[in-house]
Each structure stands twice: as structure tokens, then as C-alpha cells.
């Protein structure tokens, strides 16, 4: 397989340019679940097809990619899935049931359970994003970069042990202090998915990858650096050495690992390009930590977006200022809402790239 598939050039890098360190006339802009319910022709879509038909009919998923692209000059598309297919490729059965979000019927309860999941070709049960990758980025005619994801290792963990969301994650917390190794043996067969899922996306057209360590909050810093690093760090790591070994040019990649404040300059050594800060870090003392050699993402209050436009416009001249134009992809500290009204996304957005202006 080659990335020569002769897509069509690209017209706007900005978000590229931004996360490897190259200067930018303004910063970037794309949000977390940009693709989503609170688009009407989202929900629309979602009327007539359940939600993992949609992730596996590469036609279905293209599609919702480009709504918000359709609507709003956002600097990047990220494909339409979700870090539980990976689960699904290793044998678990999610569901995703109205109201109550995704389930898993069938979560792990015990080190036994390991023995029930597949690893093997794993990874070829996916081949469904990379065809939605594929097809995305041609119909994208060159607009804008298409993103590609995944769940981190201790993420995905968590769901398939507490079988949904959770407030505490007690119960696949309980694994790390009570089964330490058999955990250790589940994140590294997720890492050794995740390295190919990622490799995988980049072969069909993927141009920026972010990892999503959505439940770091969870984790103390001990457990952090024992579950959670070592494990993005090799993700990291694998996927550049591959790709190069391939002979694909690399491409940039993200970490977010939601609440793990203390983790900062460790991630900032990890090889990520770029690291995403959830709303609740400061992005001046964030840049302090880092150094200047990795990117941040982030972080305005998802919740901001319910502010009248003006208030809004307001945080965003503030948050633009606190970033500085340069190493900086706007972003919200976590996805957006689903009631947030679309007019007040396309007032986020504009206020980007008015007020990030590089002056
Ligand atoms: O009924 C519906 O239509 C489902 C709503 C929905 C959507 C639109 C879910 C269920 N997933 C998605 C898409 C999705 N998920 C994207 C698409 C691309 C985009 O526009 O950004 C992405 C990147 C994700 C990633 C994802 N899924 C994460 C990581 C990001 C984050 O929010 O922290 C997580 C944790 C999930 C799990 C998940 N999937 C869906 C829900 C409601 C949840 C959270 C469940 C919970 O923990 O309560």
C-alpha cells in the first residue's frame, strides 16, 4: 500500500504548519466531536441509521465528516468513528443504546475474560474506517487535513472493563491495584492494535493523528506514570518508526490526555508534536512547563459556548491572548456539547481567526 493515491493537493496546512513548529498567519481551528448531535443533519442521519452502521458504511461516515465542514471554515476534518471500534476489533460487543450512551453487554470482569479477546488480525476488522479515511479525503477535494484517532491504551481499558461510563472507574481501577499484571497484558495488546489501527489510517489518508487519553483524569500520578505513559509513549514511538521504516513521510501527531495536569512535561518528552489541554489548565503555565518545542491544543470551557456571542468572542480574544499565535491549534478543552446552538460553533470559530491573527 502507498499514501500516493493521488489525492488531491492540499490547499490549507495551517494545522500542519502549526503542529511541527512552522510559522502560521493565524492560528488553526477545529473542535472536538465537530461531527456530532448537536448538528441537526447529524441527528437527522442519526434517525435513520444506528451509530456503528454509520462508523462502518464508509459512504455514511464521509458524510458526517463533511457537515461541519460544509458549514463552518474549520482548518481540519477528523473522520467519523469512535475509539470503541477498537474494542470491537479485539471481540467485544458495544452497543450504542439512546440516552445511556455506549454499552458493552459483555464487559471483563476477570484476568480469565483476556483469554476471550482476539488480537490477531485485529486490525483488518477496521479496514471499514480505512475506507471512510480514503474516500473522506478524496471528497474533501484538498479543503483541509483529514484527522485520524484513536482511544489511548488505559481509556479503552476502562470502557471494556466498567462496560460503560462511569464516574469513578472503581471497577477497572480495581484491576490496577488487584491484577497489575494482567492489566499490563491488556494495555499492551490495545497498544499493539493501536500502533497498526494508526499506521493503518495513515496508509489511507489520514494527515494528523490524535490519541485520546480521555480518562487520565482518573488516574494519580503514580498510576498515570505505570498504566497511562509508557503506553502512549510507545504508541508514539512505534507509529513514527513504522512509518518511516515504511518509507510514509511521518505525520503529526496529538496526545490529550484529559486531567492529567501533572503529567505535563513528561508528555512533553514523549515525542507527541502536539499536546491537547483540557479547560481546566492554564495555558500560560501549560507553555511554561512544556518548553517550546511541542504544540498546544486547546482548551476554551466547552461550556463557554453557552455564553451570548459577544461574552464568547470575548473569551476567545483571551484565550488567544494567553496561547500567543505561535505553536497554537485552537481548540475546545473537550468535545462540544450536544445542545450548544451551531450559531454560537461559527461564532467560536470566527473569533479564532479573528483575534489569533499573528500580528
Ligand atoms: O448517539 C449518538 O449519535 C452518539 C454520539 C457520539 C458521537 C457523535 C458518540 C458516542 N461518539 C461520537 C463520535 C466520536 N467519538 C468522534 C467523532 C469525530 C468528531 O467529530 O470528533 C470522536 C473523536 C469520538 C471519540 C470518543 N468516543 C471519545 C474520546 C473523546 C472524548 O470525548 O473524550 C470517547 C470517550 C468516546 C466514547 C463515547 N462515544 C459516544 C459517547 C457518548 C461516548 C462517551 C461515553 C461516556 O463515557 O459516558
Redesign the pocket.
Known amino acids: 500500500m502507498s499514501t500516493e493515491q493521488n489525492f488531491p493537493v492540499l490547499q490549507n496546512d495551517l494545522i500542519l504548519r502549526a503542529a511541527r513548529g512552522q510559522p502560521t498567519e493565524r492560528a488553526p481551528v477545529w473542535v472536538?466531536?465537530?461531527?456530532?448531535?448537536y448538528l441537526p443533519e447529524f441527528r437527522k442521519m442519526?434517525e435513520k441509521h444506528g451509530?456503528f452502521d454509520i462508523c462502518q458504511t464508509p459512504e455514511l461516515a464521509c458524510e458526517i465528516t463533511l457537515q461541519p465542514i460544509r458549514r463552518f471554515p474549520l482548518d481540519a476534518a477528523?473522520?467519523?468513528?469512535?475509539?470503541?471500534v477498537v474494542p470491537q476489533a479485539l471481540g467485544m460487543v458495544v452497543e450504542?443504546r439512546?440516552g445511556e450512551?455506549?454499552v458493552f453487554p459483555e464487559p471483563l470482569n476477570m484476568p480469565d475474560d483476556l483469554d476471550k479477546l482476539c488480537s490477531k488480525d485485529s486490525v483488518e476488522k477496521l479496514q471499514y474506517v480505512f475506507d471512510a479515511l480514503t474516500l473522506t479525503r478524496h471528497k474533501l477535494e484538498g479543503k483541509v487535513p483529514l484527522l485520524g484517532?484513536t482511544?489511548a491504551p488505559w481509556?479503552l481499558m476502562s470502557y471494556m472493563i466498567e462496560g460503560k461510563?462511569s464516574k469513578t472507574q472503581a471497577k477497572a481501577k480495581k484491576w490496577l491495584y488487584q491484577h497489575p499484571e494482567a492489566s499490563q497484558k491488556l494495555l499492551q495488546m490495545i497498544t499493539n492494535l493501536n500502533v497498526d489501527y494508526l499506521v493503518g489510517q495513515v496508509k489511507a489518508g489520514a494527515q494528523m493523528l490524535q490519541v485520546?487519553e480521555?480518562h487520565g483524569e482518573f488516574l494519580t500520578q503514580e498510576l498515570f506514570d505505570k498504566f497511562s505513559l509508557p503506553y502512549l509513549t510507545a504508541i508514539v514511538e512505534q507509529v513514527k518508526g513504522k512509518l518511516k521504516a515504511d518509507g510514509i513521510p511521518e505525520v503529526p501527531m496529538t496526545v490529550f490526555a484529559?486531567g492529567a495536569h501533572f503529567a505535563l512535561e513528561q508528555l512533553a518528552r514523549t515525542g507527541y508534536d502536539v499536546i491537547g489541554l483540557d479547560w481546566t489548565m492554564n495555558p500560560e503555565s501549560s507553555r511554561a512547563r512544556v518548553g517550546n518545542n511541542v504544540t498546544l491544543q486547546g482548551n476554551l470551557d466547552p461550556c463557554a459556548l453557552y455564553a451570548p456571542k459577544e461574552e464568547l468572542a470575548e473569551k476567545v480574544a483571551k484565550m488567544a491572548l494567553a496561547f500567543g499565535s505561535h505553536r497554537w491549534i485552537a481548540n475546545l478543552g473537550?468535545?462540544i456539547y450536544p445542545d450548544v446552538d451551531p450559531d454560537h460553533m461559527e461564532a467560536f470559530v470566527e473569533a479564532v481567526q479573528k483575534f489569533s491573527v499573528k500580528k
Open positions: 472536538m466531536r465537530q461531527a456530532g448531535r442519526r451509530f477528523i473522520i467519523f468513528s469512535d475509539i470503541l450504542m439512546p450512551g455506549p484517532f482511544g481509556t461510563g485520546f480521555s484529559k473537550h468535545g
